[in-house]
Protein backbone atom coordinates (compact mmCIF):
# COMPACT_ATOMS: atom_id res chain seq x y z
CA UNK A 1 0.00 0.00 0.00
CA UNK A 2 1.35 3.48 -0.82
CA UNK A 3 2.45 5.60 1.97
CA UNK A 4 3.17 8.56 0.45
CA UNK A 5 2.32 9.62 -3.18
CA UNK A 6 3.78 12.95 -4.57
CA UNK A 7 2.16 14.57 -7.15
CA UNK A 8 3.52 17.28 -9.37
CA UNK A 9 5.18 18.93 -6.50
CA UNK A 10 6.16 22.48 -6.45
CA UNK A 11 7.74 24.79 -3.71
CA UNK A 12 8.93 28.23 -4.44
CA UNK A 13 10.39 30.63 -1.87
CA UNK A 14 11.09 34.24 -1.88
CA UNK A 15 14.48 35.27 -1.29
CA UNK A 16 15.87 39.08 -1.69
CA UNK A 17 12.63 39.45 -3.50
CA UNK A 18 13.37 36.76 -6.35
CA UNK A 19 11.51 33.40 -6.44
CA UNK A 20 13.69 30.36 -5.37
CA UNK A 21 12.38 27.25 -7.46
CA UNK A 22 13.43 24.22 -4.75
CA UNK A 23 11.14 21.89 -6.11
CA UNK A 24 9.95 21.48 -9.90
CA UNK A 25 6.97 18.92 -10.28
CA UNK A 26 8.80 16.49 -8.00
CA UNK A 27 6.54 12.93 -8.95
CA UNK A 28 7.51 9.94 -6.28
CA UNK A 29 5.63 6.93 -4.83
CA UNK A 30 6.58 4.80 -1.46
CA UNK A 31 5.46 1.92 -0.56
CA UNK A 32 4.42 0.40 3.34
CA UNK A 33 8.16 -0.99 4.26
CA UNK A 34 10.57 1.37 2.11
CA UNK A 35 14.34 2.03 3.29
CA UNK A 36 14.36 4.87 1.02
CA UNK A 37 17.20 7.70 0.35
CA UNK A 38 16.85 10.69 -1.37
CA UNK A 39 20.42 11.46 -1.95
CA UNK A 40 21.69 15.41 -3.91
CA UNK A 41 23.94 18.20 -3.48
CA UNK A 42 23.07 21.12 -0.91
CA UNK A 43 19.51 23.07 -2.71
CA UNK A 44 19.03 20.41 -4.75
CA UNK A 45 15.34 20.52 -2.45
CA UNK A 46 15.88 16.90 -0.70
CA UNK A 47 15.54 18.68 2.25
CA UNK A 48 12.46 20.58 1.29
CA UNK A 49 10.78 17.50 -0.43
CA UNK A 50 10.83 15.82 3.39
CA UNK A 51 9.58 19.09 5.04
CA UNK A 52 6.90 18.67 2.54
CA UNK A 53 5.71 15.57 3.21
CA UNK A 54 6.55 15.77 7.04
CA UNK A 55 3.85 18.25 6.91
CA UNK A 56 6.12 20.50 8.69
CA UNK A 57 6.01 23.29 5.44
CA UNK A 58 3.53 23.80 2.69
CA UNK A 59 3.02 23.46 -0.85
CA UNK A 60 2.67 25.74 -3.46
CA UNK A 61 1.28 23.59 -5.77
CA UNK A 62 0.67 19.90 -6.62
CA UNK A 63 -0.58 17.31 -3.80
CA UNK A 64 0.86 14.91 -1.59
CA UNK A 65 -1.08 12.10 -0.05
CA UNK A 66 0.28 10.45 3.24
CA UNK A 67 -1.12 7.01 4.14
CA UNK A 68 -4.37 7.99 1.74
CA UNK A 69 -4.82 11.52 3.46
CA UNK A 70 -4.67 14.52 0.83
CA UNK A 71 -2.51 17.84 2.30
CA UNK A 72 -2.94 19.93 -0.32
CA UNK A 73 -5.80 21.78 1.33
CA UNK A 74 -5.26 21.51 4.87
CA UNK A 75 -4.67 24.32 7.30
CA UNK A 76 -1.58 24.48 9.36
CA UNK A 77 -3.72 23.31 12.39
CA UNK A 78 -4.61 20.28 10.09
CA UNK A 79 -1.14 19.55 8.47
CA UNK A 80 0.31 20.13 12.46
CA UNK A 81 -2.17 16.82 13.33
CA UNK A 82 -1.40 14.72 10.57
CA UNK A 83 2.46 15.15 11.53
CA UNK A 84 1.66 14.61 15.33
CA UNK A 85 -0.16 11.44 14.77
CA UNK A 86 1.38 9.35 11.10
CA UNK A 87 4.75 10.65 11.15
CA UNK A 88 7.75 10.40 13.05
CA UNK A 89 11.08 12.44 12.52
CA UNK A 90 15.01 11.97 12.63
CA UNK A 91 16.88 14.95 12.50
CA UNK A 92 20.84 15.52 12.41
CA UNK A 93 20.80 17.75 15.29
CA UNK A 94 18.87 14.94 17.46
CA UNK A 95 16.49 17.91 18.27
CA UNK A 96 16.17 16.71 21.74
CA UNK A 97 14.72 19.04 24.73
CA UNK A 98 17.67 19.42 27.18
CA UNK A 99 15.94 19.86 30.28
CA UNK A 100 14.22 16.46 29.97
CA UNK A 101 15.60 13.11 30.31
CA UNK A 102 15.69 10.54 28.09
CA UNK A 103 12.02 8.64 28.87
CA UNK A 104 10.17 12.23 28.77
CA UNK A 105 12.04 13.22 25.70
CA UNK A 106 10.92 9.71 24.24
CA UNK A 107 7.48 10.00 26.22
CA UNK A 108 6.43 13.87 25.12
CA UNK A 109 4.74 12.83 21.65
CA UNK A 110 2.52 10.22 23.55
CA UNK A 111 2.22 13.15 26.11
CA UNK A 112 0.67 15.36 23.35
CA UNK A 113 -1.38 12.93 21.65
CA UNK A 114 -3.59 12.27 25.15
CA UNK A 115 -2.28 8.47 25.38
CA UNK A 116 -3.18 7.14 28.74
CA UNK A 117 0.03 7.63 31.19
CA UNK A 118 0.23 3.61 31.69
CA UNK A 119 0.39 2.76 28.24
CA UNK A 120 2.79 6.09 27.91
CA UNK A 121 5.16 4.56 30.37
CA UNK A 122 4.89 0.97 28.94
CA UNK A 123 5.48 1.84 25.22
CA UNK A 124 8.33 4.47 26.25
CA UNK A 125 10.14 1.58 28.02
CA UNK A 126 9.90 -1.32 25.57
CA UNK A 127 10.92 1.08 22.60
CA UNK A 128 14.06 2.24 24.75
CA UNK A 129 14.71 -1.65 25.21
CA UNK A 130 14.54 -2.10 21.26
CA UNK A 131 17.27 0.97 20.67
CA UNK A 132 19.47 -0.27 22.94
CA UNK A 133 19.00 2.35 25.67
CA UNK A 134 18.06 -0.05 28.86
CA UNK A 135 18.54 1.70 32.33
CA UNK A 136 19.75 5.02 30.47
CA UNK A 137 15.50 6.27 31.42
CA UNK A 138 16.59 9.34 33.70
CA UNK A 139 20.23 10.34 32.30
CA UNK A 140 19.59 13.91 30.15
CA UNK A 141 20.90 14.83 27.02
CA UNK A 142 23.87 16.42 27.57
CA UNK A 143 24.87 13.24 30.15
CA UNK A 144 25.08 10.83 26.64
CA UNK A 145 27.27 10.79 23.27
CA UNK A 146 26.12 11.95 19.76
CA UNK A 147 25.45 8.46 19.36
CA UNK A 148 22.98 7.66 22.12
CA UNK A 149 21.26 11.34 21.46
CA UNK A 150 20.59 9.95 18.25
CA UNK A 151 19.06 6.84 19.89
CA UNK A 152 16.47 8.59 21.89
CA UNK A 153 16.03 10.66 18.70
CA UNK A 154 14.77 7.36 17.05
CA UNK A 155 13.07 6.23 19.78
CA UNK A 156 11.18 9.16 20.25
CA UNK A 157 10.07 8.52 16.42
CA UNK A 158 9.00 5.03 17.40
CA UNK A 159 6.95 5.59 20.37
CA UNK A 160 4.04 6.72 18.39
CA UNK A 161 3.70 3.62 16.10
CA UNK A 162 3.87 5.90 13.07
CA UNK A 163 2.88 4.24 9.02
CA UNK A 164 6.35 6.52 7.97
CA UNK A 165 9.52 7.88 9.45
CA UNK A 166 11.43 10.82 8.15
CA UNK A 167 15.40 11.09 8.99
CA UNK A 168 16.86 14.25 7.21
CA UNK A 169 20.85 13.80 7.65
CA UNK A 170 20.47 11.91 10.48
CA UNK A 171 24.29 10.20 10.39
CA UNK A 172 25.65 14.14 9.60
CA UNK A 173 27.37 14.79 13.45
CA UNK A 174 28.18 11.06 13.91
CA UNK A 175 31.76 9.03 13.12
CA UNK A 176 31.46 6.26 10.54
CA UNK A 177 31.69 3.83 12.66
CA UNK A 178 28.30 5.37 14.68
CA UNK A 179 26.83 6.20 11.94
CA UNK A 180 26.41 2.41 11.08
CA UNK A 181 25.61 1.62 14.19
CA UNK A 182 22.56 3.84 13.50
CA UNK A 183 21.60 2.83 10.51
CA UNK A 184 22.04 -1.15 11.37
CA UNK A 185 19.67 -0.31 14.10
CA UNK A 186 17.17 1.19 11.24
CA UNK A 187 17.30 -1.41 9.12
CA UNK A 188 16.78 -3.74 11.72
CA UNK A 189 13.68 -1.79 13.13
CA UNK A 190 12.43 -1.50 9.52
CA UNK A 191 12.61 -4.72 8.94
CA UNK A 192 10.81 -6.07 12.54
CA UNK A 193 8.30 -3.16 12.64
CA UNK A 194 7.49 -2.15 9.05
CA UNK A 195 7.94 1.41 8.80
CA UNK A 196 8.43 2.67 6.41
CA UNK A 197 12.04 4.78 6.69
CA UNK A 198 13.01 7.83 3.95
CA UNK A 199 16.34 9.66 4.23
CA UNK A 200 17.17 12.83 3.21
CA UNK A 201 21.15 12.52 2.79
CA UNK A 202 24.82 13.04 0.42
CA UNK A 203 26.47 10.44 3.08
CA UNK A 204 27.48 7.72 0.95
CA UNK A 205 26.80 5.24 3.68
CA UNK A 206 23.20 6.34 3.55
CA UNK A 207 22.95 6.07 -0.03
CA UNK A 208 24.81 2.29 0.15
CA UNK A 209 21.80 0.99 2.83
CA UNK A 210 19.11 2.29 1.41
CA UNK A 211 17.04 -0.53 -0.60
CA UNK A 212 15.89 2.13 -2.99
CA UNK A 213 17.84 5.35 -4.15
CA UNK A 214 16.64 8.82 -5.34
CA UNK A 215 18.49 11.48 -6.74
CA UNK A 216 17.39 14.88 -7.01
CA UNK A 217 19.16 17.56 -8.59
CA UNK A 218 17.77 21.26 -9.23
CA UNK A 219 14.52 20.48 -7.91
CA UNK A 220 13.67 17.54 -10.03
CA UNK A 221 14.09 14.03 -9.90
CA UNK A 222 17.44 12.38 -11.87
CA UNK A 223 17.32 8.76 -11.12
CA UNK A 224 15.27 6.64 -9.01
CA UNK A 225 16.90 3.03 -9.04
CA UNK A 226 15.56 0.12 -6.77
CA UNK A 227 18.65 -2.20 -5.67
CA UNK A 228 18.32 -5.52 -5.66
CA UNK A 229 18.33 -8.21 -2.92
Known sequence: MSV????????????????????????????????????????SGKSTFLHLVGCIDTLTAGNIIIDGTSTANMTRNQLALLRRQSIGFIFQAYNLIPVLSVEENVSFPLTLMGVDKKEIKERTMQVLNEVGLDGMAKRRPKEMSGGQQQRVAIARALVKKPALILADEPTANLDSKIGREILELMLKLNKSEKTTFIFSTHDQMVMDYARRLIRIRDGQIESDEVKGG
Open 4 to 43: VKAENVVKDYGLNEQTVHALRGVNLEFQGGEFAAIAGPSG
